[in-house]
């Protein structure tokens, strides 16, 4: 089981459609319904049931659905903990010139006040 495999979960669960769900996860299609199947087998049950034309939550589905909901969020807390706030950097001209048509980030940074 992989953090992956839950976004998938809760994106085809949310979409009712493998395609829109890949999408949303930016995998192909294949890869999403890879990933499912193989969370649904380390689970040893089905999280979804799948006919040719729709895709439906199984009964085991519905009952770990919240679970993963809260795992994912659980995940996205510490991840946004772990990010140091970024300082913001302040830019002043000096000059009353006009810019040059093309300035590096390099050059901006040597006028940088912190």
């Keep these: 089981m992989n953090f992956r495999q ?13 395609l829109a769900a890949a999408q949303r996860c930016e995998v192909s299609q294949p890869a999403l319904s890879s990933g499912i199947a ?6 040893g049950q089905r999280i ?4 040719t034309r729709s895709v439906a939550l199984t009964d085991y589905g519905k009952i ?10 659980a ?5 946004d903990l772990a990010v140091p706030s970024v300082p913001r950097a302040q830019l002043k001209v000096r000059e009353r ?3 040059p ?9 040597k006028n940088r006040v912190r």
Excluded: C, H, K, W
């Design 101 to 109: 048509r093309q300035i590096t980030a390099a050059e901006l940074g």
């Design 38 to 43: 193989r969370l649904e087998a380390s689970l």
């Design 97 to 99: 010139r006009a810019f």
């Design 6 to 18: 839950l976004r998938y979960v809760q994106a085809l669960a949310e979409e009712g459609s493998f």
């Design 64 to 73: 770990i659905l919240p679970s993963i909901i809260d795992a994912i969020n």
């Design 75 to 79: 995940v996205e807390r510490m991840r």
């Design 48 to 51: 979804f049931e799948r006919t």
